[in-house]
């Protein structure tokens, strides 16, 4: 009876129980997109320049190209110098210039004192701003390291008058300055007379 009814459902023009269910499944995926909230702007249009910025289709792009364009590095020939340098590594292997990148890989970054880690998610071979940069990867870069706070050698409170001599050979020897005044300098040589011509020497 039950099959009965629901063939004279279908016949009649009506809905049976899968076509109700798929209906209603419909209904909520549709709801879903409805409620999705719509993409920020700024964000938008960073990724469509990002995709402007992409190679043509088939071609690949270069790891110091591509690292130079997601700014990790301020120029290109620093890329390739930090490649060259065994600094930059393509999921855990060390790379060439030209090894080619891939839209999943990690590349490992080693510059000024700091490690990159990123994931990459998007192919760009043109510099662009640090907004669209950012939509090209994923960062999983371990904090900075904070920066030691040291005080610049030879700068001395305002009002505390002119150096004593004490204190400028002290000045002198944080500056790394050498001279024959300074106390860094070369000294005289034993035996050899010392203050011009009165003909006496250091004891």
Known sequence: MASEGAEYDRA????????????VGA??????????????????AAIAAAEAAGPQAGST?????????VRLVKTRSMGATACRGGHVRVNGE????????????????????????????????KRVGAPVATQCYVDNSPPPP???AVAPAGIRDRGAGRP????????????????????????PVPGRPFGGATGKTRP
């Open 146 to 148: 904070p920066r030691e």
């Open 27 to 44: 209904g909520a995926e549709a709801g879903r997109q409805g409620a999705a909230e719509p993409l920020d702007p700024k964000v938008a």
């Open 61 to 69: 792009v270069r790891v110091d190209s591509w690292i130079w364009a």
């Open 94 to 125: 060390r790379v060439k210039p030209a090894h080619a990148v891939r839209v999943g890989d990690e590349v490992r970054l080693r510059h000024e004192g700091r490690e990159r880690i990123v994931v990459v998610t998007r192919l760009i071979r």
């Open 164 to 187: 004593t001599k004490r204190e400028r050979r002290d000045m002198e020897r944080l500056r790394g300055v050498t001279g024959p005044g300074s106390v860094s300098g070369p000294g």
């Open 12 to 23: 009649d023009g009506t809905e049976g129980p899968a076509e109700s269910a798929g209906t």
